[in-house]
């Protein structure tokens, strides 16, 4: 059974400044996602990764995806505080029409 | 516009009570998904359904119930049985194609009284 662990669960960064988020999956995943999430509002779609190698940038947010290390990162570019929200990650396992989720990244950037 | 829309935004359940939630959309995605989020975590799968009059149970289905009479629409019952529903429900759509992606709707919050 597909298991997604997202870290670190909390991040506090300064304006400016990199960072990555780590999603890792336990099993065979034929593709992976990333959503974001404001404070009581819905998930909003980010990135799409299907292949080995596939890598997927937005402004100041850069997705790759390592199937061999079941590992995907979600990059942040000198961090402005509207990147402030919850970022999830989710894996479909293979063969099926699920996603199973992370419990998030709760990232918060201050000046 | 297309989209998709939950109603209400917030509902209160009364204890043995059933509860309605709807989730329409006009995307003519075939499938739709129901997701239930508690406070801090990430979203769990309750129920599914990949084509019209056709459903499968996700990860927490027990105290749920749905129906998908219609493409637009998969509506979610809250049952009696379900005894801790309290939670943030999220519907969504899926696109299809190689870059298939869920989409969501607002969600509904759901207290119980």
């Known amino acids: 059974e597909l298991k997604v662990e997202q870290n670190p669960l909390f991040l506090s960064m300064q304006e400016g400044k990199n960072y990555t988020i780590y999603c890792n999956y336990s099993?065979?995943?034929?593709?992976l996602y990333w959503y974001r999430q404001d404070p009581g509002k819905s998930l909003e779609s980010l990135f799409v990764?299907?292949?080995?190698?596939a890598v997927k940038q937005e402004g100041r947010l850069m997705a790759s995806l390592d199937t061999k290390a079941r590992l995907s990162t979600l990059h942040i570019t000198a961090a402005v505080h509207d990147l402030s929200a919850t970022y999830f990650c989710a894996g479909g396992p293979y063969n099926t029409d699920k996603l199973i989720f992370g419990t998030g990244t709760r990232l918060q950037v201050f000046p | 516009d297309g989209g998709i829309t939950q109603s209400p935004k917030y509902l209160f359940r009364k204890e043995g009570q059933n509860v309605t939630l709807s989730c329409e959309q006009n995307l003519n995605h075939d499938a739709m998904y129901w997701y239930r989020q508690d406070p801090g975590q990430g979203l769990r799968l309750i129920y599914y359904?990949?084509?019209?009059?056709?459903?499968q149970k996700g990860d927490i289905a027990e105290g749920y119930s749905v129906s998908r009479e219609k493409k637009e629409s998969f509506p979610l019952t809250v049952t009696s049985a379900q005894k801790n529903p309290t939670a943030f429900y999220l519907c969504a759509s899926r696109t299809s194609g190689s870059y298939e992606t869920q989409y969501f709707g607002p969600g509904t919050r759901l207290l119980v009284l």
């Open positions: 099993t065979t995943s034929d593709r």
């Open positions: 359904s990949q084509i019209v009059n056709d459903f």
């Open positions: 990764l299907l292949s080995n190698g």
